[in-house]
């Protein structure tokens, strides 16, 4: 029986040149006419030889088909792997370190279990899958970081390079995502905007007359982004902004006022300083202000003065107000339209208001994406007002950065 199923699995059908069993199976064939090689004798003359091929013998089937040598007649068709595209070593490297280290600088915590870190380090990149303008900036923002953190000169500027053409082509993609926001790309536009933010400090002053909140010289580009991130904010409902992948940003529970909490200079181990006397003087001085921004400038003293005292506490050094109020840039994020026009047009009232609020940029200084704002604010409005009319702040600045003279810093 087994010779009989022998003989059945493969026979040659001996047509010619060479049979269809064989051919079928891309095995040599016997009857299939026979190979010749063209060789060289040694006067230089070329010789063929017949290269016969012995027919298999009777016997078992063949089993072993892939060790047989491969026909040249039959083409090969198995497919070759061949990757020609680079890998972007660049970019690799910005996504590694924004999800090892700039995730826990923005978390503002080490922990790498901290739920803000992990919503940084794992879930933003996952939000940049989808929509690539997100990944855009954060390889912007890790760009600024390593740029920061570079002592080469020549690191720091191949790093800012990455930065800004990052920077641009996120800010294009977000520019068009913001005309057609929905319940689909809220989220990442949110969290677009807000890396914008960070990128947009992390750049640093473009010059003595950009005062964070405005250009005097013309540009806007501050007021435009927190514009974006609020809009997005007021736009849409909780449950729907923070659902996903952005729900670690939502609050599980309103933030109520607390008597007698403890003040975030406190918390952070910073020196507090009596401010009360100081602002009740500001407040006086803005009162007495004629004009169109007189009243802009009294409301925005008042919002400041509110985070004055859950940063540094009140004269007891105890915390009264709400625990948002802690967050030295909420003050910018509720700034009206109306100010930052009085900051433009060099209104000394507002300029000295926003003197007063570098004294609490000044306590953000550890933050890589603050550092020198502080004093570059100090320095560009000491400049216009004159020393004598910013003393207090002046001199608080200098105190907390350890600092005898302001000076800028390009």
Not at 138 to 153: F, I
């Amino acid at each position: 029986m087994t010779r009989v199923m022998s003989q059945l699995w493969f026979r040659c059908d001996e047509t010619r040149p060479t049979c269809s069993a064989c051919s079928k199976f891309s095995i040599p064939c016997s009857f299939s006419a026979p190979c010749t090689a063209a060789t060289c004798d040694s006067a230089g003359n070329h010789v063929s030889h017949t290269v016969q091929i012995r027919p298999r013998g009777r016997g078992r089937p063949r089993k072993d088909w892939l060790q047989l040598p491969p026909d040249p007649r039959v083409p090969d068709s198995r497919p070759t792997y061949r990757d020609d595209s680079p890998l972007n070593l660049g970019e690799a490297e910005l996504l590694l370190h924004f999800t090892q280290v700039t995730a826990q600088s923005l978390a503002g915590d080490t922990d790498p279990k901290d739920q803000m870190v992990q919503f940084w380090a794992r879930n933003v990149p996952r939000i940049g899958l989808s929509n690539p303008f997100v990944l855009n900036l954060m390889y912007a923002t890790a760009a600024y970081h390593l740029a920061e953190l570079s002592c080469n000169l020549d690191k720091k500027r191949h790093y800012k390079s990455m930065a800004e053409s990052h920077w641009t082509k996120g800010t294009a993609v977000l520019s068009t995502v913001m005309g057609i926001l929905d319940d689909s790309n809220c989220g990442a536009a949110y969290i677009g905007a807000t890396l914008l933010c960070y990128c947009s400090f992390a750049a640093g002053p473009s010059g003595p007359g950009d005062l964070l909140v405005c250009d005097i010289d013309g540009k806007n580009r501050w007021r435009n982004l927190v514009s974006g991130v609020r809009l997005i904010r007021e736009s849409f409902p909780e449950d729907i902004l923070f659902a996903g992948l952005m729900k670690p940003l939502g609050h599980s529970e309103p933030r109520e006022t607390k008597r007698g909490a403890t003040a975030a200079c406190a918390a952070r181990g910073l020196p507090r300083i009596s401010w009360h006397d100081a602002m009740a003087s500001m407040r006086k001085l803005a009162e007495r202000q004629d004009g169109p921004y007189a009243l802009v400038c009294v409301q925005s003293l008042d919002e400041l003065a509110l985070i004055y005292e859950g940063v540094y506490g009140d004269e007891s050094g105890e915390r009264n107000v709400s625990e948002d109020r802690q967050f030295v840039l909420s003050w910018l994020y509720r700034l009206d339209s109306d100010f930052v026009e009085a900051v433009r047009c060099q209104d000394t009232v507002s300029l000295l208001v926003l003197a007063y609020f570098a004294v609490l940029l000044a306590t953000m200084e550890g933050e890589w994406w603050l550092r020198g704002w502080a004093q570059h604010l100090i320095t560009s409005i000491n400049d216009i007002v004159g020393p004598t009319a910013i003393q207090w702040p002046r001199n608080q600045v200098l105190r907390q950065l350890h600092l005898t003279q302001p000076e800028f810093v390009p």
